[in-house]
T-cell receptor, first 117, second 117 residues
Framework: GAVVSQHPSWVICKSGTSVKIECRSL??????MFWYRQFPKQSLMLMAT?????????EQGVEKDKFLINHASLTLSTLTVTSAHPEDSSFYIC?????????????FGPGTRLTVT | AQKITQTQPGMFVQEKEAVTLDCTYD???????LFWYKQPSSGEMIFLIY??????QNATEGRYSLNFQKARKSANLVISASQLGDSAMYFC??????????????FGAGTQVVVTP
């Protein structure tokens, strides 16, 4: 089956620093990737849609300048949390759609747990 | 706007019993897809089952079946013969296929299932 990886799986950073999270589709090409944020005991909230070669589309209420998304290739999208603060501590999950599949399924990465101290 | 409602925050079920997880949705679109995902404590999102709005038969995948009642806008998940490994958070999600070519998913609040011996 299609595999999506995320790196790192967990990260601790100091307030004010930036953190980059990578999302890779390992065995398929993905023109579209999605970034979600999940707080404890809550549902997944879509942050942005990332399309290869174009600017990401952010959901309402998500700060574009704080959560920088780059989709440089058909297998890699990155999320950079700039000037992180403790309230940014969360579980970040990416997903990807298979370019070559007629399935509507999204393949999810294992998630990245960010803790800002 | 779409809306997914899961009214059961948590459920206990005895091993080997069946359990039904409720999901209702609200959309004005004719073409949409409904998904169920399982999220164990590790955080990974595991795809369970998919139902398209035009599918006439209820979807089944092993011990999972989806009770799709289009007129009532409900898509309940039935897990038969529950196992201890089924203990997890379960999310219902919907994708609008009429207006959204990217395939964004909107998730419900989730239902925490605990299977007891």
């Amino acid at each position: 089956g299609a595999v999506v990886s995320q790196h790192p799986s967990w990260v601790i950073c100091k307030s004010g620093t930036s953190v980059k999270i990578e999302c890779r589709s390992l065995d398929f090409q993905a023109t579209t990737m999605f970034w979600y944020r999940q707080f404890p005991k809550q549902s997944l909230m879509l942050m942005a849609t990332s399309n290869e070669g174009s600017k990401a589309t952010y959901e309402q209420g998500v700060e574009k300048d704080k959560f920088l998304i780059n989709h440089a290739s058909l297998t890699l999208s990155t999320l950079t949390v700039t000037s992180a603060h403790p309230e940014d501590s969360s579980f970040y999950i990416c997903s990807a759609r298979d370019l070559g599949s007629v399935s509507y399924e999204q393949y999810f990465g294992p998630g990245t747990r960010l803790t800002v101290t | 706007a779409q809306k997914i409602t899961q009214t059961q925050p948590g459920m206990f079920v005895q091993e080997k019993e069946a359990v039904t997880l409720d999901c209702t949705y609200d959309t004005s679109d004719q073409s949409y897809g409904l998904f169920w995902y399982k999220q164990p404590s590790s955080g990974e999102m595991i795809f369970l089952i998919y139902q398209g709005s035009y599918d006439e038969q209820n979807a089944t995948e092993g011990r999972y079946s989806l009770n799709f009642q289009k007129a009532r806008k409900s898509a309940n998940l039935v897990i038969s013969a529950s196992q201890l490994g089924d203990s997890a958070m379960y999310f219902c999600a919907m994708r609008d296929m009429t207006t959204d070519s990217w395939g964004k998913l909107q998730f419900g609040a989730g239902t925490q299932v605990v299977v007891t011996p």
